[in-house]
C-alpha cells in the first residue's frame, strides 16, 4: 500500500533499527545450520566387525587377532568381513583349530568399534551393516520436519503474527535440540529430530518476512542476503565444532545450548507493521513505526499516520488463494518447483560430504566458506540483472555441474571436490534468490503461507535426497544424475515467472494481474 511505503521512507528504509533487527533475525540462522548438518559428523563410519566373544568361554587367553582369524570371514580384498561372522558352535577350542568355521551368518551380538573412539552415533546405536540405512531415515525424518514446520509456521505467522510464530520456533529448537543429546535409543532421538526440523524450518521462513517487510524496496535483496549470510558463517563453524568435539552427545549440547541465549528476543524482537496494518491492527502499527522512527533518529509525521489505513476492508487471506486467483496459481506452482530443484541439489551435495573423497572436515569447511561469496553476490547480481535471469541460470549451473559430477572417475577426488563445491555456490546462490523471489511474488497477507507452501516443496526433496544418496550401490551415477537434471528442467519454467525488481510488495491478493503490470512506486524507492 502507498501510505505504508511513504512511512516506511520517512521513517528510514534501512536505517539503524532495520540493521539491528537484521543482526538479531541473523543469530538463529548461524545457530540452523548445525541441526542441517550436524549428524553428518556424528556417523562418521568407524572400522567394526561382529561381536565374536562367544569364542573366549573355550578359548580364553587368544589373542583378538587369533580371535577374529577363527570367527570372522575375509572378504575379496583380504580384509575381515564387517556384516557378517562365522555362525557359533558348541566345539572345544582344539576341535576349532583342526577343522575350522564355515557356516556364516549376519552379526548376532552387536559389533565391536575401536575402543580408543570417542562415542558417535554410529557406535552407539550401532548404524552399521542393515541398520545403517536407520541414518538415513533419520535425515529423511529430520527433513518431514522441515516440512511440516514450514507448513504449520507458515500458516501461523500469518494467522498470529511473525513475532509470535517466531518467539514458539525458537523456544522449541533450544528446548528439543538440548533434549536429542540426552536419548537413550535411536527412534526417541529420530523423533525429537523431527520437532527440531519443524522449529528450524519456521524460523527460516518467518525470517524472510520480517527481514523483507521492514526494509523499503532497495534495500530487500540486501536485508535477506545479510541475515543468509550467518546461515554461510554457521555451516563453516559447524566444520570447526565438530572437528573439535568427537563426542556426539557433547556436540549435540555445544550446537544447541547456544539458543537458549535468544530468548531475551521476548522483549525485543518486534512485530512486522506491515501485517498489522493489514490485519487492521493500526494503533499497534503506528507505535512499532514510531519506535523504529526514534530509533533512526527520524521523526514521522502526524499526518502520514493519520492516513495509515489497509486499503480495502480487512480480510484475511486463505490457502486456496493461493489457487483461485489465476496469477498466484502460476506463481505459487512454478516457485514450488524452483524450491524442490534448489532443495535437491544443495542437501544432495551436502549430504555427501562423505564420499567425495577428502576430509570431510575441510570438505564441510569448503562447503561453508564458498556460501559466503553465493550469498553476498546475489546483492548485486539480483539488482543488475533482476530475479528472473538469476534464477534461472543459478539452477541451470547448479544442475550441469552435479550432471558434471557423474561422468568423472572416482579416483579424482580432488576434482570431484572442486566441482561439488562450485556445485554448492551455484545451488545455494539458488535458493537465496528463491527466497527474496518468493517473499516478493506472495502479498503480505499470504506472503507466510506462500513461502511456507514453498519451502515444504524444497523439504519434499530434502525428505528424498538421503534416500536418493544409496542409490549410488546400483551405480554411482544415479544420485548425482537425479540431483542435477531436476534443476536443469526447472530452470526453463523459471522463464514465465514475472520480474519483481524494484516493484513495492503486494498486500492483498488483488487482481489477475502479475507483479509487473502493477503500478510501480516513486523514484525516491
Known amino acids: 500500500m502507498a501510505e505504508f511505503g511513504d512511512l516506511l521512507s520517512a521513517l528510514g528504509e534501512y536505517g539503524l533499527y532495520q540493521k539491528l533487527l537484521m543482526l538479531l533475525l541473523a543469530l538463529p540462522l548461524l545457530l540452523n545450520p548445525f541441526q542441517m548438518v550436524g549428524q553428518v559428523f556424528m556417523v562418521v563410519e568407524e572400522p567394526h566387525h561382529c561381536d565374536t566373544s562367544w569364542i573366549r568361554a573355550v578359548g580364553p587367553n587368544l589373542t583378538e587377532e587369533e580371535q577374529l582369524n577363527l570367527t570372522v570371514p575375509r572378504g575379496a580384498d583380504g580384509e575381515f568381513e564387517q556384516c557378517s561372522m562365522y555362525s557359533p558352535v558348541d566345539w572345544d577350542l582344539d576341535s576349532i583349530l583342526a577343522y575350522g568355521l564355515n557356516d556364516t551368518e549376519k552379526c548376532i551380538n552387536g559389533w565391536v568399534y575401536p575402543s580408543e573412539q570417542p562415542p558417535s552415533l554410529l557406535t552407539e546405536f550401532d548404524l552399521v551393516c542393515d541398520r545403517a540405512v536407520l541414518n538415513d531415515i533419520s535425515q529423511s525424518i529430520y527433513m518431514a520436519g522441515l516440512l511440516v514446520g514450514a507448513t504449520l509456521f507458515g500458516m501461523l505467522s500469518d494467522r498470529i503474527g511473525r513475532r509470535p510464530a517466531f518467539l514458539i520456533c525458537i523456544l522449541i529448537q533450544a528446548v528439543f535440540g538440548l533434549a536429542a543429546a540426552f536419548v537413550p535409543h535411536i527412534y526417541l532421538f529420530m523423533a525429537i529430530r523431527f520437532v527440531v526440523g519443524a522449529a528450524v524450518s519456521g524460523i527460516m521462513v518467518i525470517v524472510v518476512s520480517l527481514a523483507t517487510e521492514w526494509v523499503g524496496i532497495s534495500h530487500r535483496t540486501k536485508a535477506l542476503m545479510i541475515t543468509h549470510t550467518a546461515f554461510a558463517i554457521g555451516q563453516m563453524s559447524v566444520a570447526g565444532l565438530s572437528y573439535g568435539i568427537r563426542n556426539w552427545r557433547l556436540l549435540e549440547i555445544a550446537?544447541?545450548?547456544?539458543?537458549?541465549?535468544?530468548?531475551?528476543?521476548?522483549?525485543?524482537?518486534?512485530?512486522?507493521?506491515?501485517?498489522l496494518v493489514t490485519k487492521g491492527r493500526i494503533e499497534e502499527a503506528k507505535k512499532v513505526l514510531q519506535k523504529?522512527?526514534?530509533?533512526?533518529?527520524?521523526?514521522?509525521?502526524?499526518?502520514?499516520?493519520?492516513?495509515?489505513?489497509?486499503?480495502?476492508?480487512?480480510?484475511?487471506g486463505s490457502f486456496l488463494d493461493l489457487f483461485r486467483k489465476k496469477h498466484l496459481q502460476k506463481v505459487t506452482l512454478i516457485m514450488s518447483c524452483a524450491w524442490f530443484a534448489d532443495s535437491i541439489a544443495y542437501y544432495g551435495l551436502s549430504l555427501s560430504v562423505t564420499d567425495f573423497g577428502l576430509n570431510i572436515y575441510l570438505t564441510q569447511l569448503a562447503f561453508g566458506a564458498v556460501e559466503l561469496p553465493a550469498r553476498i553476490s546475489c546483492i548485486f547480481l539480483l539488482e543488475w540483472f533482476g530475479r528472473k535471469k538469476v534464477q534461472s541460470v543459478f539452477l541451470l549451473l547448479s544442475g550441469?555441474?552435479?550432471?558434471?559430477?557423474?561422468?568423472?572417475?572416482?579416483?579424482?577426488?580432488?576434482?570431484?571436490?572442486?566441482?561439488?563445491?562450485?556445485?554448492?555456490?551455484?545451488s545455494t546462490a539458488a535458493f537465496s534468490t528463491s527466497y527474496v523471489y518468493s517473499a516478493e511474488l506472495f502479498p503480505t497477507i499470504l506472503r507466510q503461507t506462500g513461502v511456507g507452501l514453498c519451502s515444504t516443496m524444497a523439504r519434499v526433496a530434502g525428505i528424498l535426497a538421503p534416500l536418493i544418496i544409496p542409490l549410488d550401490q546400483y551405480h554411482r551415477a544415479i544420485p548425482m544424475a537425479i540431483f542435477g537434471s531436476i534443476p536443469v528442467l526447472v530452470a526453463l519454467l523459471c522463464i514465465l515467472l514475472p520480474e519483481t525488481r524494484g516493484i513495492e510488495l503486494a498486500d492483498d491478493t488483488g487482481n489477475d494481474q502479475p507483479p509487473e503490470e502493477e503500478q510501480k512506486t516513486d523514484e525516491s524507492f
Do not use: D, H
Not at 550446537?255 to 501485517?275: D, K, Q, T
Not at 521523526?299 to 480487512?314: A, G, I, N, R
Open 292 to 316: 523504529a522512527a526514534a530509533t533512526n533518529k527520524r521523526s514521522l509525521p502526524p499526518e502520514l499516520l493519520e492516513q495509515l489505513k489497509p486499503e480495502k476492508q480487512v480480510k484475511s
Open 400 to 426: 550441469l555441474l552435479c550432471l558434471i559430477l557423474t561422468g568423472i572417475p572416482e579416483e579424482q577426488s580432488l576434482v570431484i571436490t572442486v566441482l561439488a563445491v562450485i556445485g554448492k555456490l551455484t
Open 255 to 275: 550446537g544447541s545450548a547456544p539458543m537458549f541465549a535468544l530468548f531475551f528476543y521476548f522483549w525485543v524482537i518486534p512485530e512486522s507493521p506491515r501485517w
